[in-house]
């Protein structure tokens, strides 16, 4: 996929420029400095379809051998917040990022809410897997309501759009 401008605003959220935030990581020039930094720019991969970031970021204990993201492809990521996280700074060793990854796919807006484990190992963090609260389904869809926007981003109401009422 086509990656954003460097002067963009950085798919993460984080309100800093691409070429600032998420980029010098996707690009193998730096490692991140950080779990929650290592979350962003995972978030940022699957925003753009970068498999091969994505496996390169993954614990070896826990990766998959491929990642095909082409199911994916109809996906639009939304937003992400981080809720929270539990060590992953410079001189850990462990940390957790807790937080919610928006998306539409097939005009229906989810949510992903987990909390991930990430290790660090000679300097870079990795991705270890990720948990979801006990009785709570990992990926939730979103209850838009008739007069708000319609989520597949046509700028029209919910109920003038994709819900195909004449409302």
């Known amino acids: 996929m086509t990656q954003p401008a460097a002067d963009a605003s950085c798919p993460c959220g984080s309100s800093q420029l691409f070429a600032r935030c998420c980029q010098p990581f996707l690009l193998g020039e730096q490692a991140a400095p950080s779990a929650e930094a290592l979350m962003r720019s995972r978030y940022t991969a699957f925003s753009l379809g970068e498999s091969a970031y994505l496996l390169e970021t993954w614990h070896p204990s826990t990766r998959p051998a491929k990642l095909d993201l082409r199911d994916q492809e109809s996906f639009v990521w939304l937003g992400l917040e981080i809720l929270g996280t539990v060590e992953g700074q410079a001189g850990d060793r462990q940390g957790e990022v807790e937080f919610v990854a928006r998306f539409s796919a097939a005009g ?60």
């Open 108 to 167: 229906v807006e989810h949510r992903l809410h987990e909390r991930s484990a990430f290790r660090c190992e000679a300097g870079q963090w990795l991705y270890l897997d990720g948990r979801i609260n006990p009785g709570h389904s990992p990926v939730q869809r979103e209850k838009v309501g008739r007069n708000e926007p319609c989520p597949c981003g046509s700028g029209r109401k919910y109920k003038k759009c994709c819900l195909g009422g004449e409302g």
